[in-house]
């Protein structure tokens, strides 16, 4: 069963930030959060994850709340190709299964 | 790196028949593999973990009968729908890590489209 919340839909305009969130609140001290997003009729494609610090990379930054409860996905100037179902995924270190929720679909707006 | 690859990328075929879905790691040994279905306009659902060269676990509700998994090498997992119906028609996607049992980022293919007449 997912372990995560997310806002079903989101817009964003063109060059702006996407800010993504997502509920964890029963997230155990061992487990990771994960992000992955999926473009229509593809394959799932990693983003970033991380355990307790904020995590930083070419396509996203992560930021995690201090209690590990919630977590928001930044994209800093989104593009067209943004345009994605975003999913948060929260794993323990001892089980690799994923187990997606509904996600969060977002459009970036021209 | 991490790139996964699947074969076919689609696949139309009579009910009754049976369908091979192959999942290779092209760039890295995954120790494991999983494959997800996924059903038009809803979330990708787990089907069963595959571990290199040990019978695959199966979710709750997924017919191992029905969904057959092989996975004999380190780069390569097949699943076969035996005597596919209509409502087997989906997309069928395969992911694969390259650590057993510890946490791990999983790489997915970019899935293979079913559909049964």
């Known amino acids: 069963d997912a372990k995560t919340t997310q806002p079903p839909s989101m817009d964003c305009a063109e060059g702006r930030a996407a800010n993504l969130p997502c509920n964890h609140s029963?997230?155990?001290?061992?487990?990771?959060v994960y992000w992955y997003r999926q473009i229509h009729s593809q394959g799932p494609q990693y983003i970033i994850h991380g355990l307790k610090n904020n995590e930083t990379n070419e396509m996203a930054s992560l930021i995690i709340t201090e209690d590990r409860k919630s977590s928001t996905l930044i994209l800093p100037h989104a593009t067209l190709r943004d345009t994605a179902v975003y999913y948060c995924?929260?794993?323990?270190?001892?089980?690799?299964?994923?187990?997606f929720g509904t996600g969060t679909s977002l459009t970036v707006i021209p | 790196g991490a790139v996964v690859s699947q074969h076919p990328s689609w696949v139309i075929c009579k009910s009754g028949t049976s369908v091979k879905i192959e999942c290779r790691s092209l760039d890295f040994q995954a120790t494991t593999m999983f494959w997800y279905r996924q059903f038009p306009k809803q979330s990708l659902m787990l089907m069963a973990t595959s571990n290199e060269g040990s019978k695959a676990t199966y979710e709750q509700g997924v017919e191992k009968d029905k969904f057959l998994i092989n996975h004999a090498s380190l780069t390569l997992s097949t699943l076969t729908v035996t005597s596919a119906h209509p409502e087997d028609s989906s997309f069928y996607i395969c992911s694969a890590a390259n650590a057993p049992t510890l946490q791990e980022t999983q790489y997915f293919g970019p899935g293979t489209r079913l559909l049964v007449l």
């Open positions: 029963t997230i155990s001290g061992n487990e990771y």
């Open positions: 995924i929260v794993i323990g270190f001892t089980g690799n299964q994923f187990y």
